[in-house]
């Protein structure tokens, strides 16, 4: 890749030193995920291992990593760039992406292909004790990740549904991570974070520093849902964070894994069947790998399915 991105190199390596393994071809895959405060990053090491583990092709044996990025916008361009093999990329900007949408008008990325459905992705608006309803942000500071992104997006759709402008708040660009430290410091009021629930960064923070979750919810969020369908209702129960004693009424979004056109059908079938067939090991990493089914494999995907995955699909009697 162009760009330099931390990697998390996964064990794929175990084991061979047998000389029959040792004789066996690797083909390398690459998987771009997000920030590690957040859920892509944790998820994506485990993907990693798992394809590892249970792939191969005949003479040939997959061997996975899970990369640092700087999640949906970031990871669809990479895609678009065929610059790595697969990538999280949550469902509203993947279809941005592949129609030419929002932020990506004029620069549809039409090679963008589909894997399958993740998880649900929370949007979680943290803030300072005090701030209680998306009102109080007027003038407040308010962190919503980098200019184009997919959070950046959300924000100004938000801000919009509840009648404001980006001018009526002080944006901050930081990660999950840094907005987290920065809340914890009093340098931040609030910050929206997108991402399957518990939260890393958002668990360090409420550990250390009384927090709020903002309700998303009423009128507003009706209206947002009309223009950006992919938002769903949940509920973030109570006791996710220390300190939020009450479910919080906000919206999710699913995270897909997709590829491009360019990934041959038998790696692509190879890597689908391996995750959804090994999705219990993801179930014990993150609380969101129990989220991760065969049943909800094709939920919120609205770009063409890669052939190697649709291979996999029919075998189970999801496409007929």
Do not use: C
Not at 122 to 146: E, N, R, Y
Not at 293 to 315: C, D, F, M, N, Q
């Amino acid at each position: 890749m162009k760009k330099k991105l931390g990697t998390l190199l996964i064990a794929a390596g175990i084991g061979l030193a047998s000389s029959g393994i040792m004789a066996q071809e690797r083909v390398f895959f690459g998987i771009a995920t997000g920030g590690t405060g957040g859920t892509y990053y944790p998820l994506g090491g485990m993907l990693a291992q798992v394809i590892s583990n249970n792939s191969d092709l005949g003479d040939k044996k997959i061997s996975a990593t899970a990369e640092t990025g700087n999640a949906s916008v970031a990871n669809a361009t990479l895609l678009g760039r065929s610059s790595i093999e697969s990538a999280f990329v949550a469902a509203d900007v993947l279809d941005a992406a592949y129609n030419g949408k929002n932020q990506f008008d004029g620069k549809a990325i039409k090679n963008l292909r589909a894997l399958g459905a993740l998880y649900p992705e929370t949007v979680q608006l943290v803030s300072q004790p005090g701030i209680t309803s998306f009102s109080d942000l007027k003038g407040k500071t308010v962190s919503s990740g980098s200019p184009g992104s997919g959070q950046w997006q959300l924000l100004g759709d938000l801000l919009a549904a509840y009648g404001m402008q980006r001018s009526d708040v002080k944006e901050d660009y930081s990660s999950f991570s840094q907005s987290a430290e920065k809340i914890k410091d009093g340098n931040l009021n609030a910050s929206l974070i997108t991402a399957g629930s518990p939260t890393s960064s958002i668990v360090e923070l409420s550990n250390s520093h009384d927090v709020n979750i903002i309700p998303l919810t009423g009128a507003p969020i009706d209206k947002l849902r009309k223009s950006q369908p992919y938002y769903a209702k949940t509920i973030l129960p109570a006791g996710t964070y220390k300190g939020i004693d009450k479910d919080v009424e906000t919206i999710a979004v699913r995270a897909i894994w997709a590829t491009h056109a360019k990934l041959s059908d038998d790696v692509a079938y190879a890597v689908t069947k391996a995750l959804y067939e090994n999705t219990d090991t993801l179930a014990k990493v993150h609380v969101k790998g129990k989220e991760i089914t065969l049943k909800t494999a094709l939920e919120s995907v609205s770009i063409p399915l890669h052939p190697g995955a649709e291979r996999y699909y029919r075998e189970k009697g999801l496409i007929e």
